[in-house]
């Protein structure tokens, strides 16, 4: 597969060259130039969205139809729906795919609000004038620049189910003795959890700081006005504050939830050493990988891609429902 | 509002204590670095600074010492080197494009504009099956683990965004004085936007630095392998020599920090901004 180029240099000096013959087209000569040199500029870039974007996602589609394995002396068979039937309805090949779905919503409904709420009491907190404000900023923010399987290396050792891990260790020094070992990756009932609060961890500097630029586009005035209304805290907050970063708010919501969904390299490098209960955290991208990597189901996987696209679609289309009307008061 | 030396001590209070609790992860992270194994995975005394010395990072850097294992510089110079090709490459490529499609006009280019919106949507998830079969035999290769994070459509909408509020009468200057589109482009329009270069760059380092899920798929020869997929590796060996794996841990953050320390302000400017607008 080589790379699309940009077009041969020899029709760039031609076609310039034919209305110049004109007697003074300034005009007309310039746009078509423009058109020449707007389509070559534009040409790496659209070359390599068309190359590995736009055509592995209708790939994908047409994989999903067929039973593909790598490597198979039989060639590709077509094979339906069979495919999505197997990852819903079927049996005995459904259970690890619903599975992740659900833990994947499991994952996207405590992350979404807790991460965004966090992020907003961060930003109100961070957002005044102090002296070294901006160091603050900075602690809050460090976990984002931190690759998600090193950020799940570390917390592989706070949660150690050994009693000599962080977390345990703590608690056992805040109860008085009374706590134990506990296994927090290894149990199904907490491993979620342990999952989400390392994610909520790592990324929520991030959401914190598009929602401080919210905060800093308040007008001053408005709590001034308020203040002189004599409004509490709560009524500033909730008759200033929400209204004023109410559309980067939904903007934030709407990016962790993508965002959430796409779930994989933490789940996947616990599980492989860190003990992680497997069935209680595989995602939808974790299946899709272990679909195709493991199981060398290439067709099959790429169904469980589709339907991840289709509900990131579908996502984003409500959440632009949900913030239209309100843009518009 | 007038702030109390009271309040302002109870300010400065409650985000000491947020920021160091926050915090403490990373703490652990750098201090068991230090320390021998059976130390850092040790209770509440992992945080105490005691044994501590370079033994975990010189053990880092030689014991990686064969073609079974991989060698430590070897991890960080792919990893420098699919950095320096996906942020450089994609600056160049993405930028021209936005101004080709958004600066100078050619028919069709609002088609082809919306096309780019389009493909945004589309996560590297959504493409990472069928790109694994594509070019299952480009398995173990460099160039495949680089080149398909070039062009980048949500660069190219950031470089769009802040080339629209360029005022045309700027580059109509430099047109009317000859300038051709392209040197108009770097000349002019290059110069003036260094916070959307700076932003896309960093932003674009970052995500290529933490790049996980394609090379799980691409990568299984030690040779070619970037750093994060060796950090799962390597703590996924039995038994975790925990102080080696946090040195390891340090060595693979320490680029992007002094990234992070150099360009913070054009980073935070960059997500914010392309946030707010948006």
Do not use: C
């Given at each position: ?9 020899a029709?760039?000096?031609?076609k ?18 423009d058109?020449?040199?707007?389509l070559?500029m ?14 592995p996602?209708?790939?994908a ?15 590709p ?5 069979e495919?999505?039937r197997?990852?819903?309805?079927d049996?005995d ?27 907003l009491?961060?930003?109100?907190l961070?957002?005044r ?6 160091v ?23 949660l150690?189910r ?12 805040v109860s ?5 070992a ?29 929602l ?10 408005l709590?001034e006005?308020a ?9 500033q ?6 209204p ?19 779930v ?5 490098v616990?599980?492989?050493?860190g003990?992680?209960d497997?069935?209680?955290t ?14 060398n ?7 469980i ?25 | ?28 992270l ?15 005394t ?15 850097l030689s014991?990686?010492?064969?073609d ?21 490459g ?9 101004y080709g ?7 069709g ?11 945004m949507?589309?996560p590297?998830e ?5 790109l ?28 769009s ?11 109509e ?20 936007s ?24 691409m ?8 750093l ?38 054009w ?10 607008k948006?």
């Amino acid at each position: 597969m080589t790379i699309v180029n940009p077009a041969p240099a020899a029709p760039d000096r031609r076609k310039p060259s034919a209305p110049a013959t004109g007697p003074e087209p300034v005009r007309p000569r310039r746009r078509n130039r423009d058109a020449l040199h707007g389509l070559l500029m534009s040409a790496p870039a659209l070359g390599g969205l068309i190359a590995f974007v736009a055509v592995p996602f209708v790939y994908a589609v047409v994989l999903s139809f067929y039973n593909v394995r790598l490597g198979s002396p039989l060639p590709p068979r077509f094979f339906g729906v069979e495919q999505y039937r197997r990852i819903f309805t079927d049996p005995d090949m459904s259970g690890p795919f619903l599975r992740a779905l659900l833990n994947n919503l499991t994952f996207a409904v405590a992350v979404v609000p807790l991460q965004t709420g966090l992020a907003l009491a961060l930003a109100i907190l961070l957002n005044r004038k102090l002296k070294a404000i901006g160091v603050f900023r900075s602690l809050f923010f460090l976990p984002v620049v931190f690759p998600m399987a090193l950020v799940a290396v570390i917390w592989r050792l706070i949660l150690a189910r050994s009693g000599d891990g962080l977390l345990n260790s703590a608690l056992h020094a805040v109860s008085l003795g009374h706590w134990g070992a506990f296994d927090w990756l290894g149990d199904s009932l907490t491993a979620m959890a342990s999952v989400i609060v390392l994610s909520v961890w790592q990324g929520v500097g991030f959401q914190m700081v598009i929602l401080l630029a919210g905060l800093q586009q308040i007008p001053g005035e408005l709590y001034e006005a308020a203040e002189l209304d004599r409004a509490t805290r709560w009524q500033q907050f909730r008759h200033v504050t929400l209204p004023g970063i109410r559309s980067t708010l939904v903007f934030v919501a709407l990016l962790t939830s993508v965002l959430s969904l796409r779930v994989f390299d933490q789940v996947y490098v616990l599980v492989h050493g860190g003990g992680l209960d497997e069935d209680a955290t595989r995602t939808v991208m974790y299946q899709a990988v272990t679909t195709a990597f493991d199981q060398n189901n290439i067709g099959q996987a790429a169904a469980i891609t589709v339907v991840f696209f289709l509900i990131v679609v579908a996502l984003t289309l409500i959440q632009r429902r949900v913030v239209r009307p309100g843009n518009e008061d | 509002m007038t702030r109390t030396p009271l309040r302002r001590f109870a300010d400065y209070a409650v985000l000491g204590v947020l920021a160091f609790v926050f915090v403490l992860p990373v703490l652990y992270l750098i201090l068991g670095s230090f320390k021998p194994s059976d130390q850092v995975l040790n209770g509440l005394t992992g945080f105490l600074p005691t044994h501590l010395s370079f033994d975990n990072y010189r053990a880092v850097l030689s014991s990686f010492d064969s073609d079974a294992t991989g060698y430590f510089w070897r991890f960080m110079g792919i990893s420098l080197l699919l950095a320096t090709v996906v942020v450089l490459g994609g600056l160049i490529v993405n930028s021209m494009a936005a101004y080709g499609l958004t600066r100078l006009r050619w028919r069709g280019q609002g088609a082809v504009f919306a096309l780019v919106l389009l493909l945004m949507l589309v996560p590297f998830e959504a493409v990472a099956v069928p790109l694994f079969y594509l070019f299952n035999d480009q398995r173990n290769t460099v160039w495949i683990q680089a080149v398909p994070f070039i062009a980048n459509a949500f660069s190219l909408y950031q470089f769009s965004t802040f080339f629209r509020a360029i005022p045309p009468s700027i580059e109509e200057a430099a047109r009317i004085d000859g300038a051709g589109p392209w040197r108009t482009f770097f000349a002019i329009v290059v110069p003036m936007s260094k916070p959307v270069f700076a932003s896309v760059a960093i932003l674009t380092f970052l995500t290529q630095w933490g790049a996980f899920l394609w090379p799980v798929l691409m990568v299984s020869d030690p040779a070619v392998r970037p750093l994060p997929l060796e950090m799962s590796v390597f703590q996924g060996q039995m038994p975790v020599d925990w102080g080696q794996v946090l040195a390891f841990g340090v060595l693979l953050i320490l680029p992007v920090l002094i990234v992070f320390a150099f360009f913070q302000r054009w980073f935070v400017q960059g997500v914010a901004g392309s946030a707010v607008k948006g």
